[in-house]
Each structure stands twice: as C-alpha cells, then as structure tokens.
C-alpha cells in the first residue's frame, strides 16, 4: 500500500473505529476519487437515499474482474466515497463498486444493513453488463462492520467468486454475553446494550437471541464460496475472537475458509500483509 493509502485508512480507523456503538449519524469528510478510471457515481440499487453505489471501471476494454466494496464504520457511520483506495485496485485492473447502505439506527438495524449488502451485490450482478463487469469475476471485500457483510453475502451463497473479510464482527449472539471482549477489551453491559441496539431488540431476550442469530454469519449456515478471513491478533476494535468464532464455524460445517492473523496487526484493512489483494489476484484476475 502506498503511504497516501495508509495515511487514508489509519485517519479513517481512528475517526470510525470507535463508533459501532453510536446511535446518531456521524458525518464522514469525502475524500477525492483519485482514480485514473470511469466513474459511475450514486448509483441507485434502491429508493433510500443510503441505496446508492459507485462503479469505477479501468480505462482499459472490459469485461472487467470486479470487488464490491462495504465500507467500515460500525454500521452507524462510513461512506462509500471514503474509504476504499480506488486507484490502486484499478491500476491493478479490477472495476471497483463501493457500496453505501442503510445504517443500523432506529429505526433501521443491522438487519437493514445487511439486506442492503445483499441487494446491491444483485445489482451489480444484475446490470454488469451495464459497466463492462466480468459476472463470473466479482469479489466482495468489506472491513469491520462492512467486513461482517462480506461476510453475510458469503452465507447468502450469491454467485460471487471470491470474498475477503477483515477486521469483522462475526458473532452478535457471543456480544449479548457480557463476558466475551469485544470493544476495546470491554466487556459487560455497555456492550450488550450497544448489541441490542443495533439489533433493535431492546430488553427482549428471546428476540435479540433470534435477531443474534441471524445477523451472525458464525451462527449461520456455511455458504461454499472462497472466504479470506484476516485479523490483526491486537485489534482493540473488534477482538480476534470474532475471526476464530466464524472459521472454526465453516470448518466444523466442512468448508476450508482460510484465516490469516496478522499477529502484530491492529483494526486494519490488511490489504497487503493479510494476502487480500494476491487472494482475488488468484482467483479474479486469471
């Protein structure tokens, strides 16, 4: 990664890391589209003004291999225009989508945000046609809240080839135990409450243990696509824990997801030292 792209990402880590557990919108300072390719900006994939998207396409003939982005931010907070180095996927020869979606404050969910994910990776495969993107080449690639939606588009076994999570919630049934770390190696009952407010549940025990449930890629049905998992081993966002819970999850379900932890890493992307990039090189680009 570059030194701009660092410099981007840590500024963003520090500015959203600490927000999962907000329940007002926090606004996002957009950064330049520094790009050298075709843009298709606030793409509709539905009516909410959240439902939008941006297709970035290489100035080379397509179709082109392509990563869905899902930004971070805690499900609160984040924007698609923020946060994913563009230029240097395209330079590479990927098409980028970068995908905003509803945040989980009331009265919309987690929920929400994840059936937002699912739409817009549809829509993408849907018109593909429409930018020049290859549909048999389409990777989704999320960090932090937005790496738990990757990883909700992977149980969902949409016809994607490839996905990479890093830095992810993966578990919200564990976060309603006030004993699991997770924030900042808190524990206890401002997470719970934190939990059970993205969630929308409020003090219903029975309903936010279904809500967890669903809104847990390691609780749910394993789906089959390729799935990177990367966490840095001193992530003081989301624990590494939530990493194991969802591969020892798939491997007990027979799938063969890998897991990389970045034993000195942090709440990264891990773009280069997770393998992500080399992983849809693979699988993408050949």
Same mark, same amino acid.
């Given at each position: 990664?570059?030194?701009?792209?660092?410099?981007?990402?840590?500024?963003?880590?520090?500015?959203?890391?600490?927000?999962?557990?907000?329940?007002?919108?926090? #606004?996002?300072?957009?950064?330049?589209?520094?790009?050298?390719?075709?843009?298709?900006?606030?793409?509709?994939?539905?009516?909410?003004?959240?439902?939008?998207?941006?297709?970035?396409?290489?100035?080379?003939?397509?179709?082109? #291999?392509?990563?869905?982005?899902?930004? #971070?931010?805690?499900?609160?907070?984040g924007d698609?225009?923020?946060?994913?180095?563009?230029?240097?996927?395209?330079?590479?020869?990927?098409?980028?989508?970068?995908?905003?979606?509803?945040?989980?404050?009331?009265?919309?969910?987690?929920?929400?945000?994840?059936?937002?994910?699912?739409?817009?990776?549809?829509?993408?495969?849907?018109?593909?046609?429409?930018?020049?993107?290859?549909?048999?080449?389409?990777?989704?690639?999320?960090?932090?809240?937005?790496?738990?939606?990757?990883?909700?588009?992977?149980?969902?076994?949409?016809?994607?080839?490839?996905?990479?999570?890093?830095?992810? #919630?993966?578990?919200?049934?564990?976060?309603?135990?006030?004993?699991?770390?997770?924030?900042?190696?808190?524990?206890?009952?401002?997470?719970?409450?934190?939990t059970r407010?993205?969630?929308?549940?409020?003090?219903?025990?029975?309903?936010?243990?279904?809500?967890?449930?669903?809104?847990?890629?390691?609780?749910?049905?394993?789906?089959?696509?390729?799935?990177?998992i990367v966490?840095?081993?001193?992530?003081?966002?989301?624990?590494?824990?939530?990493?194991?819970?969802?591969?020892?999850?798939?491997?007990?379900?027979?799938?063969?997801?890998?897991?990389?932890?970045?034993?000195?890493?942090?709440?990264?992307?891990?773009?280069?030292?997770?393998?992500?990039?080399?992983?849809?090189?693979?699988?993408?680009?050949?």
């Amino acid at each position: 990664m570059t030194t701009r792209v660092s410099v981007l990402v840590a500024l963003l880590v520090a500015a959203l890391g600490a927000l999962w557990w907000v329940q007002e919108p926090v #606004p996002v300072e957009r950064t330049p589209a520094l790009v050298g390719a075709d843009a298709h900006l606030d793409v509709e994939y539905g009516s909410h003004e959240f439902q939008r998207l941006d297709v970035y396409t290489p100035d080379t003939p397509g179709p082109h #291999p392509t990563v869905i982005w899902l930004h #971070p931010g805690g499900w609160v907070a984040g924007d698609k225009a923020a946060s994913m180095p563009v230029w240097e996927w395209t330079e590479r020869g990927y098409a980028i989508v970068s995908v905003n979606y509803r945040y989980a404050i009331a009265p919309h969910t987690v929920a929400d945000s994840v059936d937002d994910a699912l739409a817009a990776v549809r829509h993408v495969l849907d018109h593909s046609a429409d930018w020049q993107l290859d549909p048999d080449r389409v990777g989704v690639y999320g960090f932090s809240a937005g790496g738990h939606l990757a990883a909700m588009v992977a149980h969902e076994r949409l016809d994607v080839a490839a996905v990479a999570v890093a830095g992810a #919630p993966t578990d919200f049934l564990a976060l309603l135990d006030p004993a699991v770390p997770f924030f900042d190696g808190r524990t206890g009952a401002d997470v719970v409450s934190a939990t059970r407010a993205l969630l929308g549940c409020g003090d219903r025990i029975d309903t936010c243990r279904d809500l967890a449930v669903e809104a847990s890629p390691a609780q749910l049905p394993a789906g089959t696509v390729d799935l990177l998992i990367v966490h840095g081993a001193r992530d003081h966002i989301v624990d590494v824990d939530q990493a194991h819970r969802l591969h020892d999850h798939l491997v007990a379900s027979g799938q063969t997801p890998t897991l990389v932890v970045i034993e000195d890493g942090g709440h990264d992307p891990h773009v280069d030292e997770g393998g992500i990039a080399e992983f849809f090189d693979e699988r993408l680009l050949s």
